[in-house]
């Protein structure tokens, strides 16, 4: 059978097709220079200009609510407790009755010394009229002088005596009030530690109750003594300002207590076993919300840096080892990278306290894949900024390729 018949292509047509491809390649790679700038145009980045502000110096510091009073009830005398006037966790009021002590022995004490008194005064009236009857026998020389001077001598004694027993009697008054035990200060009473029946003493060492005031109540705040040497050195040579004493509290779980407070004062001793100085803060607390022994964070301004600048955190980058730096509008309209020191925040903007001046205009948009030297065009930050394709990038269609 005959062989099929094949229209092969005429002999070369490989080569002239290699040739064609070559000018096209060729084509694209020497095209017109206007073409490829507009191919990769000027990047437009936006910018701010950095100028000097007040930023506060925000402190965040450990601390413990403590009671504005705290009263522990003790006995005066002793004696059995009789009654309890009080309902545990309740208020009470100062001078409210919270116990009595058995007032029998003391009530007895008070009778005898009304008694011993008033015998004493007797007495001293029976001397002192003898002695009022031998004064003027005396001066007639109808008795002897040592008699009158023995009778007004008695009559002396005799009113002494009085003004002893009186003395008794006050103390022993005193005393028998004191079998009623009063609440020494207003305030939030806590459980009884002594219950009816038990034997209270004038000397014991526990107290029947404890009454805490918890309105105003303290926060007491402990910062390292290294960190408020270093601040009384800038205050001292004038790099920073005195901040405000009000003070704002954050709680255990995270959220802002309602009411500021004012800081009080600062201890003037270090604590040898932490290197820390107590800072105290009173709060108003009308709702009893804090209360005494809470774990809380106070913060506050404790001073403020007049020098600083506040730059949006989006324009402070990292560089490998850390070290912060910005991009910023340099000489011919070129970005150029700028080490800065931004140690912390403040609200959205980050703190540059070292690296700018006045007047630098720091790129805030358009930083991404912005290099040291790299042409750009700046405009304003609140200007629209361009939406640009990542380097590298074409506009694709049919028959493009890419270069070499």
């Given at each position: 059978?005959?062989?099929?018949?094949?229209?092969?292509?005429?002999?070369?047509?490989?080569?002239?097709?290699?040739?064609?491809?070559?000018?096209?390649?060729?084509?694209?790679?020497?095209?017109?220079?206007?073409?490829?700038?507009?191919?990769?145009?000027?990047?437009?980045?936006?910018?701010?200009?950095?100028?000097?502000?007040?930023?506060?110096?925000?402190?965040?510091?450990?601390?413990?609510?403590?009671?504005?009073?705290?009263?522990?009830?003790?006995?005066?005398?002793?004696?059995?407790?009789?009654?309890?006037?009080?309902?545990?966790?309740?208020?009470?009021?100062?001078?409210?009755?919270?116990?009595?002590?058995?007032?029998?022995?003391?009530q007895a004490a008070v009778n005898q010394a009304r008694a011993n008194l008033a015998s004493a005064r007797a007495s001293a009236d029976a001397a002192a009229a003898k002695a009022d009857r031998?004064?003027?026998?005396?001066?007639?020389?109808?008795?002897?002088?040592?008699?009158?001077?023995?009778?007004?001598?008695?009559?002396?004694?005799?009113?002494?005596?009085?003004?002893?027993?009186?003395?008794?009697?006050?103390?022993?008054?005193?005393?028998?009030?004191?079998?009623?035990?009063?609440?020494?200060?207003?305030?939030?009473?806590?459980?009884?530690?002594?219950?009816?029946?038990?034997?209270?003493?004038?000397?014991?060492?526990?107290?029947?109750?404890?009454?805490?005031?918890?309105?105003?109540?303290?926060?007491?705040?402990?910062?390292?003594?290294?960190?408020?040497?270093?601040?009384?050195?800038?205050?001292?040579?004038?790099?920073?300002?005195?901040?405000?004493?009000?003070?704002?509290?954050?709680?255990?779980?995270?959220?802002?207590?309602?009411?500021?407070?004012?800081?009080?004062?600062?201890?003037?001793?270090?604590?040898?076993?932490?290197?820390?100085?107590?800072?105290?803060?009173?709060?108003?607390?009308?709702?009893?919300?804090?209360?005494?022994?809470?774990?809380?964070?106070?913060?506050?301004?404790?001073?403020?840096?007049?020098?600083?600048?506040?730059?949006?955190?989006?324009?402070?980058?990292?560089?490998?080892?850390?070290?912060?730096?910005?991009?910023?509008?340099?000489?011919?309209?070129?970005?150029?990278?700028?080490?800065?020191?931004?140690?912390?925040?403040?609200?959205?903007?980050?703190?540059?306290?070292?690296?700018?001046?006045?007047?630098?205009?720091?790129?805030?948009?358009?930083?991404?894949?912005?290099?040291?030297?790299?042409?750009?065009?700046?405009?304003?930050?609140?200007?629209?900024?361009?939406?640009?394709?990542?380097?590298?990038?074409?506009?694709?269609?049919?028959?493009?390729?890419?270069?070499?």
């Amino acid at each position: 059978m005959p062989a099929p018949h094949h229209d092969l292509p005429a002999p070369g047509w490989w080569r002239s097709s290699l040739a064609l491809l070559a000018a096209a390649a060729l084509s694209s790679c020497s095209g017109d220079p206007s073409q490829q700038a507009s191919q990769h145009p000027v990047p437009q980045v936006g910018y701010i200009v950095a100028s000097q502000t007040s930023v506060p110096l925000a402190v965040s510091l450990s601390g413990r609510t403590v009671a504005y009073e705290t009263s522990q009830v003790r006995p005066q005398v002793s004696g059995v407790i009789r009654k309890r006037y009080f309902t545990e966790g309740s208020y009470v009021q100062a001078g409210q009755p919270l116990f009595l002590i058995d007032p029998s022995l003391y009530q007895a004490a008070v009778n005898q010394a009304r008694a011993n008194l008033a015998s004493a005064r007797a007495s001293a009236d029976a001397a002192a009229a003898k002695a009022d009857r031998y004064k003027p026998l005396a001066d007639m020389e109808a008795i002897a002088k040592q008699d009158y001077t023995d009778a007004l001598a008695s009559s002396r004694v005799a009113k002494a005596a009085v003004s002893q027993n009186a003395a008794a009697l006050d103390t022993a008054r005193i005393n028998l009030r004191f079998t009623l035990v009063p609440a020494p200060i207003s305030g939030r009473i806590g459980r009884s530690l002594a219950t009816v029946g038990a034997l209270a003493s004038a000397s014991q060492t526990d107290p029947l109750a404890v009454i805490q005031r918890t309105d105003p109540i303290y926060v007491d705040m402990q910062q390292s003594a290294a960190d408020l040497t270093a601040l009384r050195r800038k205050l001292a040579a004038g790099g920073v300002r005195p901040g405000s004493t009000a003070v704002r509290l954050k709680l255990d779980d995270g959220s802002d207590y309602g009411s500021p407070g004012i800081v009080q004062f600062s201890e003037v001793t270090v604590d040898q076993d932490t290197g820390t100085v107590t800072l105290r803060a009173r709060f108003p607390n009308p709702d009893g919300l804090l209360l005494p022994g809470m774990f809380v964070t106070a913060v506050f301004d404790q001073a403020s840096d007049p020098n600083a600048f506040l730059i949006p955190q989006n324009a402070v980058q990292r560089d490998f080892d850390g070290s912060a730096f910005v991009m910023v509008v340099g000489a011919g309209n070129k970005a150029a990278h700028r080490k800065v020191t931004a140690d912390r925040t403040f609200g959205a903007n980050s703190v540059i306290t070292a690296g700018l001046g006045k007047g630098d205009k720091v790129i805030v948009q358009g930083l991404n894949g912005l290099k040291q030297g790299t042409a750009i065009r700046p405009v304003a930050a609140s200007s629209p900024q361009q939406a640009l394709a990542p380097a590298g990038d074409k506009a694709s269609g049919s028959g493009s390729g890419r270069g070499d």
